[in-house]
């Protein structure tokens, strides 16, 4: 059952309800109903209007009241984050995060690897950025690590060429309802007037653009040609595409040549280390290794702020599991979680997510294994943690032409924000491709090796050298021809195929054949040498490739989807105040402690307070500036900071203080202990300003 | 005072004072004591004999107990880090962390974060490690952050000439004792037989490896030519010294012509934010930046494990204050912190390390100033609390021909191992170096700004443009006169030098001078035009740039010294066992669980211990493998997990478990949540061992 609703939808809803409850409320009052009576009404009246406001606030579709300007502004000045390099220019695509961005980020990976690694015994590792070229050619990375770019054949502006098309063919798009609306704007001079598009060039546009990634090479080179994409500010014609490998290089050591680049992914160094890994875990499978750090690509044109970097951090989980069996022991902890699952197969029937359990997922063959499922819900899980809008979440699967080519099944989870849906975590079944292919080309096994149950018999081919005749036949030039029949092996297996060939080679040959040694030159074969013949083989270890389930989250897009969910703007007394709503778990800062004045006689209740708070390891500030309390409290609401303790001239009276909220602005007073206790609970999750507001009297400030 | 006493001293002590108490246990016994009144001299026998083996085994002068090559193999086969890319055939200094040295970092950043960053408010930042061009040659790195190299002329090998130098000459030295004392080996077919040095060479060349770091340039390469110095393998002649910068250079971008660099430090990231961190403070100073991340350093020639490295985090703060008033509101915290202080000119004067308190080092002038103190203090008690051998920690002040050209003091925490005493922080007084660098560079100035307590009043030369009579005389080269101008400011203040300068010559001239203007063109500036004299200036505002105190921290190398000191051998029944004695603060895992056996009855109870330590946020490991409880304690001693909870068949019937100590190796068996309770005590530093024990009867496993 699909239950797509967007904003606009809840929105409408909403206030339908708070229309129909107004009337209600009218009727009473008109009515003269007894206080009491009416009350409860107004109540729900009122709750309504702020779930009116709130979902206004979010709404980002058309028309929308999202100011993402306002937050940006918000997060430059109180240095959540700011352009690297600024004063000497700035580079666009690298950013530094200030305390209140690095304390957020902090807490959320701190949280992650509770979440995570501590949860599940990860063994986490952590790996060097700089990594050799002969690393990345195994993993594709320097084959095909790499975007299109074309550049302007007048000025040399690079572009990347899919964006490029995406803007030109929008753009084109743009123009033509605005002239099918009578609403062209005047051509500027020496431009031609707008001319609506012929509907099947439309058509045909609006395909390309969901089509795009499906361009490449020199079907690219087609489509800019055929569409005479040019470059938008000049009308420049462009170059043809080329490839742009998107990963920065290096040279490591003084000699000059040996090329290395910075990593594009964490996920290489875990492969690398897989048999120290499963020697650790004491051979037992399957496990987990997890890894947190920085990420390189050389984007042709970083945009979207935090969301397309040339630098950022990664938490990347890489989950061995047996290929035959993708079971998971602790499956039945997120069997009846429902998620949002926007699965393939909705995407192609044009359909919205739908909401279902993991295990109703996993069971209809949706989600591909238990393994996949689990990590899918854990996510989830995480993500709603962190304080991420679960309305605004949705696990999509990959369509199978956006799928790596060996990868069985791929879940992002999404996050809706200004940008719309943008991809925060994937969650793919990489399957055994990395460990296969280092494992070829270094001949060192990263395998798994298990007793079998039983032994188990085979008939395979092999081949064995007649040690007494192979020697003399061949004197000093045995080695080489050694290498050449070493090389029809697989893992130190023999490969099959390649043995009947050669037999039957020989038998074409009458029992002669000419073969390349790894000295190049050519030598020949003769059945007297070697035995080709099909044996019955026993094994009692089964040997394999374990397949990899790699959740793989991308901190920094995290980071800055959960402040568009935290942001919202409260109407004050005289303007605007900006508030971010971060669950206590992320915030900066947990407890702002302020003074209200500047009288000397606080300092020994200020810093029983923050010695006490520290004790506790909670973030906390102490705010003496001069400015008024009401100010101090906004500051402090734009960081985030949940809690705020301030001590007053009735503190020296009777040693009380008050403890404020951020988001109900509501105030409690109790002793400084007592108060304490409360900050601790709250941020340790073991109460709720609810319950708090419950169990003492509401103190209203005098607010000096 | 000097306290100076070296570890052979120090074992040679202890070993006096156990044969003293062996006699007079042996006399005890000959006397047929009573056994109640022989125990106690016996206990104190064997702990001397305890503390005779733990000195032994950290000794590392000549004769070493230290056995490098078994804790290397340990830390290798425990996977706490290993070279990176092994299966690729490894680089040399780079290395990853595997499970229990990612959590041993960990740990220690987030102590680290603990004692300075809470503790001091101070507000971290995470800055990129792509680094512009321009930033590094302002702060001097493109330049300066080079070594010497020199190649074999003939092999093309890359050698660091100082340390090519020190190898060649220290081998002089070597092979000329041996040849003194008459144990010169026989020479090599065709090599030449070792000839006594004469007593002149070999005292300049222990003179010349004292003041190594002096040669540089040409020095340098006259004293490699003049010494013959040589190719130790090949015997080749080396090249000139050519200087060899240490940072990695990259592209960003596509365009191919951006410049960047991997930073060599993270300072600079600090000072490029100063104004967003100053606003963020609300114009308070003093106050600190710090953060932790990457730094990379093409090294010449990799060695010593972790201790030199390309790739490497650090932990830098960077502490802001008025270069007028280096004062510490909290210097009384350490001011009787006494800390053993190598001085400056202790190390002239060939003496040791003082032991000193911090108030008496400030107030005698042997460290600068109180701030400098408090960060040494700070540095002090950090590196003992993550468990460093207070024994072999030193505070060494630079000599003043080492120290920085714009430092005023610096100090250095050097812990020593087997690899000598070790530079792990450093603390320096930057002065105002990189700030004022950077103003100048930019043009944005990098400085606080202070209300006076009173205007200042000052005269000063100023410049003033007569506007009539300038736009007129220069018109359409107005501005490039106007940039000449300009130029004669720093600061936006006047350069008064420049100005009496440029009013003499105008004078010289009879009013009449040529200038250069910004055009490259050359004008004639006459003195109606301009109007410079001498002004009574009154401000309200001290405008600054702010000094830095830096201490700068290498994790990698704490973190391999705190490895040797943790380090230690226990003769068991069978073989020695290897044990890692951390500090249950930084331990990588804090408690093993272990079934004594494969029996399901087990699982409940290592479920219920599990979840109890998971929700105190305990790391733990269960350990189910079939191996004997002794390997498996074993196994964890290796890993320095310092507590180990057993279930065994006890616990199925009365919920008992048994706790053991990993450096006693004594037990305790309590009941289920009891444990769970001193656990987690134990593990916050609530309680100690000794403190359990004396509290609880002691157990003697039957380990099954």
């Given at each position: 059952m699909a239950t797509q609703e967007t904003s606009a939808q809840k929105l409408e809803a909403v206030k339908n309800a708070m229309i129909k409850q107004g009337d209600v409320v009218k009727a009473l009052k008109a009515a003269k109903t007894a206080k009491e009576q009416v009350q409860p009404e107004v109540d729900k009246l009122l709750a309504l209007k702020e779930q009116f406001k709130q979902l206004s606030l979010l709404d980002d579709g058309a028309g929308s009241k999202f100011d993402r300007a306002s937050l940006e502004s918000l997060l430059l000045k109180r240095f959540f984050y700011a352009p690297s390099f600024e004063i000497y220019g700035g580079i666009a695509g690298l950013y530094d995060y200030g305390p209140p961005g690095c304390a957020l980020q902090n807490n959320i990976l701190s949280l992650w690897r509770q979440h995570f690694i501590l949860e599940e015994d990860m063994l986490e590792v952590e790996c060097t950025n700089l990594t050799p070229e002969a690393?990345?050619?195994?993993?594709?990375?320097?084959?095909?690590?790499?975007?299109?770019?074309?550049?302007?054949?007048?000025?040399?502006?690079?572009?990347?060429?899919?964006?490029?098309?995406?803007q030109v063919l929008g753009q084109r798009i743009e123009d033509d309802k605005k002239v099918q609306s009578g609403n062209a704007p005047k051509p500027a001079k020496g431009q031609a007037k707008l001319e609506p598009l012929a509907a099947e060039t439309r058509s045909e546009y609006e395909l390309i653009l969901e089509t795009l990634d499906n361009y490449v090479g020199d079907e690219l080179r087609k489509l800019i040609r055929r569409l005479d994409i040019r470059a938008p500010s000049t009308n420049n014609e462009v170059t043809d595409p080329v490839l742009f490998n998107l990963m920065f290089e290096t040279q490591i050591g003084p000699t000059g040549q040996f090329k290395g680049y910075l990593r594009p992914e964490t996920a290489q160094g875990h492969f690398l280390n897989f048999k120290r890994l499963y020697d650790y875990n004491t051979g037992q499978v399957p496990f987990a290794s997890a890894s947190v750090g920085k990420s390189f690509r050389n984007e042709i044109s970083p945009r979207q702020g935090l969301l397309r970097v040339r630098e950022f951090t990664m938490a990347e989980i890489e989950h061995y599991v047996d290929p035959n069996g993708k079971k998971h022991s602790r499956f039945n902890e997120v069997r009846d979680l429902v998620v949002p699952l926007y699965s393939a197969d909705a995407q192609q029937a044009a359909a919205g997510p739908t909401r279902m359990s993991i295990g109703d997922a996993v069971e209809k063959g949706i989600i591909n294994n238990e393994t996949l499922g689990y990590f899918v819900a854990r996510i989830y899980l995480f993500l709603t943690r962190?304080?991420?809008d679960p309305a605004r979440l949705r696990l999509r699967q990959h369509m199978s032409n956006e799928m790596a080519h060996y990868a069985c099944d791929c879940w992002d989870a999404e996050i809706e924000s200004s940008y719309g849906w943008i991809e925060c975590v994937g969650c793919a079944d990489r399957s055994a491709f990395d460990l296969t292919a280092h494992t070829k080309k270094t001949g060192e096994k990263l395998v798994v090796r298990e007793a079998l149950p039983e032994p188990l018999i085979e008939d395979k081919w092999t081949l064995e050298v007649n040690k007494k005749t192979f020697g003399p036949a061949f004197k000093k030039d045995a080695k080489a021809v050694q290498g050449f029949l070493d090389s029809m092996k697989i893992d130190e297996a023999w490969d099959e195929v390649k043995l009947q060939e050669l037999k039957e080679q020989l038998a074409a040959g009458s029992g002669k054949t000419s073969i390349t040694g790894t000295d190049g030159k050519t030598y020949e074969l003769t059945d007297n040498l070697v035995t080709i013949e099909k044996k019955t083989i026993k094994s009692f270890i089964?040997?394999?490739?374990?397949?990899?389930?790699?959740?793989s989250f991308g901190i920094g897009r995290i980071l800055y989807q959960l402040l568009e969910h935290a942001y919202y703007r409260r109407e004050g007394d005289d303007e605007a105040r900006h508030v971010l709503r971060f669950p206590a778990c992320v915030a900066p800062i947990k407890t702002l402690v302020v003074p209200i004045s500047h009288s000397g006689d606080f300092n020994p209740f200020i810093?029983?307070?923050?010695?006490?708070?520290?004790r506790s390891n909670i973030a906390n500030k102490v705010d003496d500036s001069g400015s008024s309390i009401g100010k101090r409290y906004?500051?402090?609401?734009?960081?985030?900071?949940?809690?705020?303790?301030?001590?007053?001239?009735?503190?020296?009276?009777d040693r009380t203080v008050t403890l404020r909220e951020r988001d109900s602005t509501k105030q409690i007073r109790e002793k400084i202990p007592v108060i304490l206790d409360i900050v601790k609970d709250l941020v340790e999750e073991k109460t709720t300003w609810k319950e708090v507001e419950a169990r003492f009297p509401a103190f209203v400030s005098q607010e000096v």
């Open positions: 690393v990345l050619k195994t993993s594709g990375h320097v084959e095909r690590f790499a975007d299109y770019m074309v550049k302007d054949t007048v000025t040399g502006d690079i572009f990347r060429a899919d964006h490029l098309v995406k962190i304080g991420i089964r040997e394999y490739i374990p397949s990899v389930i790699e959740p810093k029983q307070i923050v010695t006490g708070l520290r906004a500051r402090n609401d734009e960081l985030g900071t949940p809690f705020a303790v301030t001590v007053d001239f009735q503190t020296v009276q």
